[in-house]
């Protein structure tokens, strides 16, 4: 009766003791949910935002300066400068009285929509608004929640945590301990005492102690098997370098070249493809030194394919030439371009000699590597998306027929000067859009099977159909 009475308030002990963690936890975790990053707002704000927006936020530019964004929408609900940020046309469709007077004040230029945008991040982003517009950003701040006004460092909780838990796994120790002796006292009282007591060790090592132990690593072990299987192959903000540093915000937004004038096969195949080098000499033929690296970039192209910009042709035979030859014709390509910028004829010019081995040498490392001896053939370029095998998706599909704007997917890769993956890519950011997002319904013919969505639409029972409702969450649709 007394071990059973002592087991009941050693156990006593560990349901409160873990009740006050469970709160402790709770509170933390709503705290955290409160938290504030100004540097994590800083990043998706240069990714989705400063292609459009001034970075002082005090100054238009495409679109309007932001520092003041939140009060201009301080007359409607928090939710509603939420919604807008995350897809303005379907604010400005719905007839919302301060969307349609931005869409009309700025001549109805549309914003991108960034559907995929969380609660969090959007307050991340306002934060980082605020805090420049202010010049008051500290680096992270834990705040209230949007509008920031005042910010305070946010504090690091883990070493509280860890110091906790330490607190107690040494007051369960201790209590555990003068139970065991409370019973040992009882016990020589009652005459039933065993020869000596149960050492600490002992204690540790009991059956009991081992088999929580056990049950504890294999609950924990689980949650992070799973945790680690659900992100498994998932690279948000992937950008790795390339053999060649292709600016995308010099191409598509300065020259605002059309993403599909490279990646062309995104309108009519299930791949976007990466265009050849021979797309890249529809421009390069005559533009043969580049804005930002001059020859070291560009002449990496012209190797690959066998283009000679001296005598502006391409070199016949190339595949056989030897690795000496080609170095000859893109060391004086190099040499050539630098007398004439530098206007420098010394050939014995230390600068120009040692320019001429660095570009040669560069362009030697990135065309080539274990597997790939010769120069010559096509640039290998490093994957960034990369969906597993049993996931099936049409870039034509949504391109051509769904109207999906690349930046939807692929956040606003006209301001990347190297490219990141910018969505997460997994099946709940997948599903989420196809219940967010409308089909173009009345314009596609293919739609006109679904007469009773029509017909709904007619008697103003409905105001769009998403992808949802056309069967986009069936499995198997993407897993067939």
Known sequence: MISRSALSRLSLVFILALSSFTGFSQEAATEAAVAVDIEAGKTLFKNLCAACHNRDMKSDLTGPALGVAEANWSAFPQADLYNWIRNSQAMVKAGHPRAVEVYNQWKQVQMTAFTSLTDPEIANI????NCTYTNTCPGSAIVSGPPVDDLTPKTNNRPLFFLLVAMLGILAIVLARILSNLDYMLKVQEGTAPARRKTLVELLTSRGVVGVVIFSLIVLGGYSTVNNAVNLGRQQGYAPEQPIKFSHATHAGL???????CHDGARRSKQSVIPAANT?????????VGSQYGTAEITKIYASIGWDPVEKQYIENYDDMTE????KVYRKWISNIYVRDMGDKDPKNDKLE???NEQWKAIKASLTNETKKKIQGPIEWVRIHNLPDHAYFNHAQHVAVGKVECQTCHGPVEAMEVVAQHSPLSMGWCVNCHRQTEVKFAENEYYQSYERLHEELKKGERKGVTVEEIGGLECQKCHY
């Open 126 to 129: 306002l934060a980082y608004i």
């Open 324 to 327: 000496a030859d080609i170095e």
């Open 255 to 261: 020259h605002k070249i059309d993403c599909q004038y």
């Open 280 to 288: 890249c000499m529809n421009c390069h033929t005559a533009i043969d």
């Open 354 to 356: 040692k320019t001429v």
